[in-house]
């Protein structure tokens, strides 16, 4: 037996099932013998994009994301993904090569290990084909301990080299065993009275859920615990849909949160944070809840971060067995805040007063993200990419956690078609990505992947001509704006190009009429939305102080 089909068979009893990947001269032997063991692949055309997919795949599923790249640049190019990965806490396996231990020389030669590490991602270096099963076993196991990704460096020519055949392995991996018992601690008496007397206590609680407490049964504690408690709910952006058909879920908690979010968050006296980091993002670097105390149940402690003390309290402990106690311990409270007229104000609100503007130059993008809400079946996937555009997206009203996927830490544009792949392959269904167009042009030739493997992801690409986060900042400092203002390229020409259907987008109608024949027919499309220069997003305006530009539409 030949070491890449030994190393092959180490990585298929991992219950590997899919692996996106570019393949080289270090990696293809053993990638070509997963295929024959039943891995199904995803051959992608950019390693980046390989990496940031299974991103996508092991967050929709809650398996590990498994990619494939060759040793030297293919390992430089993922260089973006892995911090966005680490800082997600998503357990990725990147199977690496190296180049060769018994070459003197090799073009393609650089010490990886510090690449990686500086990303903050784990680097396993094996360089014998004796370490092959131990090493596999506990890159598995760290990744998922750590819920981090994991890149396996291994020399190809050890690939090469003969090897025994080992015995059948039988039973589960070691990274099953972890995951199984992979539970947090009960709440002590302490902390649970001090969250009831919190709650009891509160005037205006206001409880924040994240993707720590993202699976249903936790979801419907936590909706039973805010009606005991008077309530309102909130969620970070990742988590969005949580509590989707709640009438007191006031929608995303953050940089992004609607008017009447802010509002109810400024006047809380109590946050119950449960499963969500208080980051930057998630409290719009503290400015959300200035008179509430803040309780924070979580299993990963941090006391001080991102230049901030998070909470008043922070309880280490699992979130469902803390819930279950409280609920049997918390009294019904009398109703101030749940009532009927806040249901209806949470029910008509608008997320700010942009849609009601005019622009003469394009689309209103707050407006054409309402038809695009309109016309989207609620059973399909959503992927919200970075930049300008992406505000107006998380704002699409009553979409399911389950069919909703954004991965932001980072901050890097230019992840969306590939995280739209992930969501296709993991769910096998219409997958709708939004995205901006400079973000899109990053990593369009993946739409040649799209085609060839037949995935249904219709894009649609709100299209400003430019970098609109960059554009709208230079100006507001009254500085040039070329190098961010490139004009608007013809997106439906590229799609028509890799033989993608294809829209040119200038008004509603054409929207609306693009939409119902996709929902007619699912399939590979890109919309190419031309949105206003002119609009710009709250998140923008108020960092920058600068406002829309209105003008009366042309007759």
């Known amino acids: 037996m030949k070491g890449f089909e030994f190393y092959a068979e180490l990585i298929r009893h991992q219950k590997v099932d899919h692996c996106f990947g570019l393949l080289g001269d270090a990696n293809m032997q053993f990638a070509s013998k997963l295929a024959d063991l039943g891995v199904e692949f995803t051959y992608v055309q950019h390693e980046h994009c390989a990496i940031a997919a299974s991103m996508a795949y092991a967050r929709k599923t809650g398996k590990i994301g498994i990619s494939t790249v060759t040793c030297g640049p293919g390992l430089t190019q993922i260089m973006t993904a892995l911090p966005a990965a680490v800082r997600a806490g998503i357990p990725l396996i990147i199977l690496a090569g190296e180049s060769p231990l018994n070459k003197s020389w090799y073009n393609q030669q650089i010490d990886q290990a510090p690449f990686v590490k500086a990303t903050g991602a784990q680097y396993f270096a094996i360089h014998t084909t004796a370490r092959f099963k131990e090493g596999i076993n506990e890159a598995f196991l760290t990744a998922v301990r750590d819920s981090i990704p994991v890149v396996v460096g291994v020399p190809f020519d050890l690939f090469h080299q003969n090897v025994t055949a080992p015995e059948t392995q039988t039973g589960p991996a070691l990274w099953e065993q972890c995951q199984i018992n992979k539970r947090g601690p009960a709440p002590c008496k302490e902390d649970l009275d001090s969250i009831v007397s919190a709650l009891k206590s509160a005037k205006r609680p206001i409880i924040l859920a994240g993707l720590g407490a993202n ?32 009438p007191f879920y006031l929608g995303i908690s953050g940089g992004f949160s609607s008017e009447i979010t802010r509002k109810k968050l400024a006047n809380s006296d109590l946050i119950l944070s449960i499963g969500a980091s208080l980051s930057s993002h998630n409290t719009d670097q503290g400015t959300l809840w200035p008179q509430a105390r803040v309780i924070q149940l979580t299993m990963n402690p941090q006391y001080f971060y991102q230049g901030r003390s998070v909470a008043h309290q922070i309880i280490f402990a699992d979130a469902h067995q803390t819930l279950l106690k409280l609920l049997n311990t918390m009294e019904t409270k009398s109703v101030h805040n749940r009532t009927e007229s806040t249901r209806e104000e949470i029910a008509i609100s608008e997320p700010d007063s942009s849609a009601s503007q005019k622009y003469n130059d394009g689309l209103n993008p707050s407006v ?53 792949m992930g969501v296709a392959v993991a769910t096998r269904e219409p997958t709708v990505l939004f995205d901006g167009d400079g973000s899109f042009l990053m990593h369009v030739q993946e739409l040649e992947t799209i085609r060839r493997d037949k995935l249904p992801i219709i894009s649609c690409i709100f299209n400003d001509g430019g970098y609109g986060s960059e554009f709208h900042k230079l100006r507001s400092e009254g500085l040039r704006d070329d190098g961010a203002n490139f004009g608007f390229t013809n997106l439906a020409r590229i799609a028509d190009g890799f033989n993608i259907e294809n829209y040119q987008i200038n008004t509603i109608e054409e929207l609306d009429q693009a939409l119902e024949s996709l929902v007619r027919a699912p399939q590979a499309a890109v919309l190419d939305i031309r949105i206003s220069q002119k609009a710009i997003s709250p998140v923008i305006q108020r960092s920058h102080g600068v406002h829309s530009k209105t003008t009366k539409l042309q007759k």
């Not at 419907?220 to 709910?233: F, N």
């Not at 809400?373 to 992406?390: A, F, M, T, Y």
């Not at 107006?392 to 230019?414: C, V, W």
């Open 215 to 246: 699976d249903k049964k936790t979801a419907l504690l936590i909706e039973e615990l805010s009606e005991k408690a008077d309530a309102l709910l909130t969620t970070t952006l990742p988590a969005r849909g949580l509590f989707n058909t709640n």
């Open 368 to 420: 054409a993200a309402k038809h695009l809400n309109r016309g989207i079946p609620n059973d399909w996937q959503l992927v919200n990419s970075s930049g300008h555009c992406s505000y107006y997206f998380s704002h699409m009203k009553n979409r399911p956690y389950p069919k909703f996927l954004t991965i932001r830490e980072f901050g890097a544009i230019g992840n969306g078609l590939s995280f739209a």
